[in-house]
């Protein structure tokens, strides 16, 4: 056997230098590997954030962006503007309705793609396919679709006869009227797009969630003779309760705080039938140049997002219990 | 090919004592096995040595360096952990390689090494195999390999068995043994088998809550076991127990045999046996029944072997014979080993055993 | 889940062989037409774009033609107006010139925070990492506007810089959130392994941890590139001249004249990169997913 420890030892010991002995201590590498995002995130993340709030309790603008002075004004400006009490109800209602039928009909979607069929994956991907498409490109798509002469579901209507009559025109004009999806409907063309963006999301992770349900409950049910409704509603919802309850979470948090479907669809709307928090802080506060007044109306959506927050943090802590 | 001494070494967990003041001296070139149950310290222990923990107190000497504050690479020491821990993403030569690498040497000599090493565990025709390719016995090999390659002070092995199946287990505490002797290299062994300690120890420091019950030789250990907690962990069945008047009295259930079939002893102690049940387990029969301690009855075991042409009937009164040089004593407090005291026992049978 | 024990006894209910025939294949006749539905929906504007592309003005400008065929035949016309006539290449351009260097940021920030908070530090560290999570939660919506104050004092205003600095305040938290899971799955011992055969433990991170963190590592890029191309709030805040626009904002606000959209032209504009981009994401969709319900069924 070739007796070689002497030499390798002394390299060693030249291989202690500062240096290297800086790369064994953990508490080093610890801080030094988490501080660079650790900074970012405080400076871009956490000094904005504070001052958001600061702008809402000041009066700057684009023009003068100094904080002189913390004060209620700016809040009781907004609360008393009919236009912001228009926009929190729009964005309370937009989110509940979208998110609980979304819920719905993930359940629906999520349970008939659990079962293997052929060409599976190629209607995986046309679903998934909203969710993965930048939004505004999504959203502009719709524009399309609810074009106020030339939408696709006007002349459907048309030729099942429930608007006007086919063939009644004027040349090349038709004389049957339009749908106007975007105006008299527009809550209703909003809320199905964000359904359509979000549906895809939650469809996948319910479907995470359904099969992480073990084998041997299913075949217990089913040895018990419980039937199918039955199966679903007492035994495969308690179990990915925590699941759904996730996908409605994000659903919510991503659908209260978009603006960029209402942007493209309606900029909120001659009328303000469409505007939302963001879009309506975001036309404040960047396009009308009021700084505080558009903080003002974007810190609206935080008891939302901390309530939201805190729900899912005790999900967490739950589940790590168990 | 180093001393390796801890003085008072403790670890603390917070307020869990993992270790707790742990005095030993490992020979050079001695194979000691570090013994205990899931819990025990022994893997922290050898942690500590290897310098994964770091010591809430007491020094680590490797040779004549105290390396309490050195990281692992300083060390020179060599470690199989109980997954083997290969490096998945190399091939078992790169593996066997790596160790080498930081240390400057030649492409030649290093595979020289690697070489020399693959051959001595007789893996030199896997050496282009990616890990996931290798059964267990082969992964084993490896980490093995993997660890001399680089002729370390000292050798730490984690359970390195426990992830075989039974019957390759027993070939390969012979194997590993017999190249322990061959590079007589100082040898740290962890596991809770209590086979792989008496079988490849050259010492055995048997561990429970972070202190060492006992030190010795796997035949002392036994033999003479150093508190209750050793001679219940050692052996199956364990030793019995009974609490007699003046203390615990302790036999290995093998010398615990029917009168009748009893060769002739010179010191005999005679013992009415309540026998319930007999348990046919091939070369020997196990004897389940109760005889009478200071508080009533004492389940007991007593392991007959097959070779002896005796079946005591279940349900009786069997008269049962210990030899009195095959009986320990213990302090009913502590536990601890104390020299023969008399005792009374309402069960005995010979007079002279109250004396 | 704390299920009461029904004491009662339940009767099975065993429907005829027949019976259960009809009920499978109604099932299977459910579960056919509920996808059906739902692949329509899903897909339906993408076709609606992808046909508007090759459609002529005659074609498409004629409330009387089918919308969902083609009526005169398809013309490449559009597209030529799109590249030739058009910034498109230029968004295009800048849009994967952002994404490649937020994605180098991300790496540079999120590897080794999320290899610390994995392994370095602790119970704290683990609150860290929720912390992460959390941040990501934290929308454009609610940062854009001190942030455009940002924008506006760096003098970064109307210049992809500006994009490029603030498009990692939400790729490098869920990023160190995903990896920091990923890299809890690489065992431990493995490192420790390479720190007793010689290494520190930086370079045990280096030549043990980073390569069995690859495939961690790739669904990181991928994410972080789609989350940008993605992004359209800031995009829209802070640049406003139209050699600096990113494809999202530059298809629909540059190919609006007036009143005058030239749809086919932003339908195929927008199918073009709706398309790779919905592959790309696809593919390491459940990785995703993976994310999303570790940090909030796991914590």
């Given amino acids: ?322 | 090919m180093a001393v390796v001494e801890t003085v008072k070494l403790s670890k603390h967990f917070n307020d869990v004592k993992a270790v707790d003041g742990i005095d030993i001296t490992i020979q050079e070139g001695e194979f000691l096995v570090l013994l205990g149950p899931s819990g025990s310290g022994k893997t922290t222990l050898m942690r500590m040595i290897a310098g994964l923990e770091k010591p809430t107190g007491g020094t680590i000497k490797i040779g004549d360096r105290v390396v309490n504050d050195l990281p692992p690479r300083l060390r020179n020491v060599a470690m199989v952990f109980q997954s083997y821990a290969l490096y998945p993403h190399m091939s078992v030569y790169n593996n066997i390689a790596f160790s080498l690498r930081p240390l400057g040497m030649t492409r030649q000599q290093i595979d020289d090494k690697v070489h020399w090493a693959a051959r001595m565990f007789s893996i030199d025709h896997l050496l282009s195999r990616k890990p996931r390719q290798l059964s267990g016995g082969q992964r084993q090999r490896v980490a093995l390999a993997r660890a001399i390659v680089r002729e370390p002070d000292v050798f730490l092995l984690d359970e390195p068995l426990s992830n075989l199946d039974a019957k390759l287990r027993a070939m390969a505490r012979d194997e590993l043994k017999q190249f322990q002797r061959q590079l007589g290299v100082t040898t740290i062994y962890v596991t809770h088998d209590q086979v792989e300690a008496m079988g490849m120890g050259d010492r055995v420091a048997v561990m429970s809550n972070g202190r060492m019950h006992q030190l010795g030789t796997p035949q002392v250990l036994y033999q003479s076991p150093a508190d209750t907690f050793v001679a219940t962990f050692l052996g199956t069945p364990p030793m019995n127990l009974v609490e007699t008047d003046s203390c615990l009295l302790g036999f290995r259930p093998e010398n615990f045999l029917p009168e009748a079939a009893h060769p002739d002893t010179p010191h005999p102690l005679v013992i009415d046996f309540h026998l319930t049940r007999v348990e046919f387990l091939g070369s020997d029969r196990l004897l389940y029944g109760t005889i009478e301690g200071a508080d009533g009855p004492v389940k007991v075991v007593g392991d007959l072997p097959s070779v002896i042409d005796y079946t005591p009937e279940p349900g009786t009164i069997c008269p049962m014979m210990v030899d009195r040089r095959h009986l320990s004593y213990f302090d009913k407090s502590t536990g601890q080993r104390i020299a023969p005291t008399p005792f009374a026992l309402r069960g005995l049978r010979d007079p002279a055993g109250t004396a | 889940m704390a299920e009461k024990t029904d004491t009662r006894v339940h009767r099975p209910h065993i429907p005829s062989p027949a019976r259960r025939r009809v009920n499978r294949l109604g099932r299977g006749g459910f579960q056919a037409a509920t996808i059906a539905f739902f692949t329509i929906f899903a897909a339906f504007p993408f076709y609606w774009m992808l046909i508007a592309t090759f459609k002529t003005n005659q074609d498409l400008y004629r409330p009387l033609n089918n919308p969902f065929i083609f009526n005169q035949p398809p013309t490449l016309d559009n597209l030529k107006l799109l590249f030739n006539e058009t910034n498109y290449t230029v968004w295009i351009g800048n849009s994967i010139f952002i994404g490649i260097v937020v994605v180098l940021i991300t790496l540079l920030l999120a590897v080794p925070a999320a290899y610390a908070l994995a392994r370095l530090s602790g119970r704290l560290g683990e609150q860290l990492g929720i912390l992460m999570f959390m941040v990501y939660l934290i929308p454009p919506t609610l940062l854009f506007i001190p942030m455009s104050r940002v924008i506006t004092v760096l003098g970064l205003r109307d210049s992809i810089w500006s994009l490029i600095l603030v498009y990692p305040t939400f790729t490098v938290p869920f990023c160190t959130w995903l990896l920091m899971g990923f890299m809890k799955s690489i065992p431990a011992d493995i490192e420790e392994q390479a720190t007793v055969d010689g290494y520190t433990r930086f370079g045990a991170v280096v030549r043990v941890i980073m390569p069995l963190a690859l495939p961690g590592l790739l669904t990181v890029v991928v994410f972080s590139f789609t989350l940008t191309m993605h992004e359209f709030i800031y995009a829209l805040a802070f640049v406003s001249i139209s050699a600096q626009k990113v494809i999202s904002i530059g298809v629909t606000s540059e190919l609006i004249r007036g009143d005058v959209y030239f749809w086919q032209s932003i339908m195929s504009a927008g199918i073009i990169v709706a398309i790779p981009v919905a592959i790309i994401y696809n593919v390491f969709l459940d990785r995703f997913v993976a994310g999303f319900t570790l940090g909030a069924v796991k914590g």
């Fill in chain 1, 1 to 322: 056997m070739v007796t070689t420890s002497t030499p390798l030892t002394r390299s060693m010991q030249r291989r202690q230098s500062r240096m290297l002995k800086l790369l064994d201590s953990e508490r080093f590498l610890a801080s030094a590997m988490l501080l660079p995002a650790v900074a970012y995130i405080v400076l871009l993340v956490g000094i904005p954030l504070v001052t958001a709030i600061l702008f809402s309790f000041s009066d700057a603008t684009m023009a003068s962006p100094e904080i002189d002075g913390l004060n209620f004004d700016t809040f009781i400006t907004v609360l008393n503007d009919p236009v912001f009490r228009r926009s929190l109800g729009n964005s309370i209602g937009f989110t509940v309705i979208s998110q609980a039928s979304m819920v719905v009909l993930g359940n629906v979607l999520a349970l008939a793609l659990m079962k293997n069929f052929p060409g599976k994956w190629f209607v995986r991907l046309l679903i998934l396919l909203p969710w993965a498409t930048p939004i505004a490109i999504g959203a502009i798509g719709w524009l399309w679709i609810y074009d106020s002469v030339y939408s696709p579901i006007d002349w459907i209507f048309r030729q099942v006869g429930l608007l006007g009559i086919q063939g009644d025109h004027v040349g090349l004009i038709s004389r049957a009227p339009n749908m106007y999806w975007l105006g008299q409907y527009g809550p209703f063309s909003v809320i199905l797009v964000q359904i359509w963006r979000m549906l895809p999301m939650s469809t996948v992770i319910l479907m995470a969630g359904l099969s992480s349900i073990p084998q041997d409950v299913k075949d217990a049910a089913e040895v018990d003779g419980v039937g199918f409704w039955r199966t679903y509603f007492q035994v495969t919802v308690p179990l990915i309760r925590p699941i759904i309850l996730v996908a409605f979470l994000f659903g919510v948090i991503f659908t209260f705080t978009d603006m960029t479907i209402i942007h493209v669809l309606t900029r909120g709307g001659s009328d303000n039938s469409t505007q939302v928090l963001a879009s309506y802080a975001y036309y404040k506060g960047i396009d009308g140049g009021n700084l505080s007044q558009g903080a003002a109306i974007a810190v609206f959506m935080l008891p939302v997002l901390l309530g939201l927050a805190m729900i899912l943090l005790r999900i967490a802590r739950r589940s790590e219990v168990r």
